[in-house]
């Protein structure tokens, strides 16, 4: 059995954090290090570490203290373009907490890690007090990824289905814990936001 510690990454952290980051986007993503989206990636420290009101999580392996997993949060809500117009005047940046890098290393998931990470997350979201909604996107091609996220929050705009192609991204909000929505999930049919109808 594994003994775990998830904490507030600190400087000492940033190598393996980036680490994980980087595996996953090549591993799982198949796309590699791509500079407009990933440069969270290269500069961590600046990216969650400097600002009150963002934060870098880790899951240390309490065997060897290795990084073993990460989970962010930002201020910046999803940029238009690539995504939708419609999401970005939903989820505006500096009331939009972001959900970013929740990533697990493959022989360290179905543990738990990432759920008990999103938690830490979503707290750390109710106690900042000016967020209003909790945005994230995700990549359905990568193994459980979908599945995991639908367990925790609301699909607003699933590309896929958008006539046109639209990108192979699936977003979601998540409901903030000081105000949990009835039944603790939102209710989708008064969320889904038109994805293809307002992407220019």
Not at 15 to 24: E, K
Not at 68 to 80: E, F, K, N, Q
Not at 103 to 129: C, I, K, N, T
Request: hydrophobic share 35%; proline share 6%.
């Amino acid at each position: 059995m594994h003994d775990y510690r998830i904490r507030t990454a600190t400087p000492e952290d940033l190598d393996g954090a980036r680490s994980v980051m980087l595996d996953t986007v090549y591993r799982d993503f198949g796309t590699g290090y791509v500079p407009r989206w990933h440069g969270d990636i290269v500069d961590p420290e600046g990216a969650y570490l400097r600002s009150a009101r963002h934060t870098l999580l880790v899951a240390v392996d309490g065997r060897d203290g290795q990084v073993v997993a990460t989970a962010a949060l930002d201020s910046r809500g999803p940029a238009h373009p690539p995504n939708p117009r419609a999401l970005a005047e939903r989820y505006p940046s500096g009331r939009t907490a972001q959900l970013r890098r929740v990533y697990v290393r493959p022989e360290h998931r179905r543990r738990g890690l990432a759920r008990q990470l999103v938690a830490r997350l979503l707290d750390f979201a109710a106690a900042d007090g000016g967020y209003h909604s909790v945005y994230l996107h995700t990549d359905p091609a990568v193994p459980g990824a979908e599945a995991f996220w639908r367990s925790l929050g609301e699909v607003v705009c699933d590309e896929r289905a958008e006539s046109g192609g639209g990108e192979r991204v699936v977003h979601f909000e998540v409901a903030m814990r000081r105000q949990p929505y009835p039944g603790g999930v939102i209710n989708g049919n008064d969320n889904h936001v038109i994805c293809a109808a307002s992407r220019s």
